[in-house]
Nanobody
Framework: QVQLVESGGGLVQGGESLRLSCTAS????????LAWFRQAPGKERESVAC???????DYGRSAKGRFTISRDNVENILYLQMNNLKPEDTAVYYC?????????????????WGQGTQVTVSS
């Protein structure tokens, strides 16, 4: 059974850090691109970061310089290290895979999603 399970969200103060994890199972983890998206209440889903099968990364504008995406192909875990968090980073964060080898920003490119983890940043 294919599964993506996010964890690591929580309530933090502005300027603090969090590391999100996405634990995968049921497929060949190292053979697919993986990405993080987020969605805040009343806002559209936003691409945060992506990492392809070669380890090449791409970041959304809001994540550049503060967030780092990485993957552990042995433990089948996708990570998102988030530093210097801001209140506008408050959202539900999702991991996803398009079952392909390259990154795209569009959420419609991705076929399988986790259930999400809430990140709340207070000012």
């Amino acid at each position: 059974q294919v599964q993506l399970v996010e964890s690591g969200g929580g309530l933090v103060q502005g300027g603090e850090s969090l590391r999100l994890s996405c634990t995968a199972s049921g497929f060949n983890f190292d053979d697919v691109t993986l990405a993080w998206f987020r969605q805040a209440p009343g806002k559209e889903r936003e691409s945060v970061a992506c990492i392809d099968v070669d380890g090449t990364t791409d970041y959304g504008r809001s994540a550049k310089g503060r967030f780092t995406i990485s993957r552990d192909n042995v433990e089948n875990i996708l990570y998102l290290q988030m530093n210097n968090l801001k209140p506008e980073d408050t959202a539900v964060y999702y991991c996803a895979t398009p079952w392909r080898h390259t990154c795209r920003e569009a959420g419609g490119y991705y076929d399988t999603w986790g259930q999400g983890t809430q990140v709340t940043v207070s000012s």
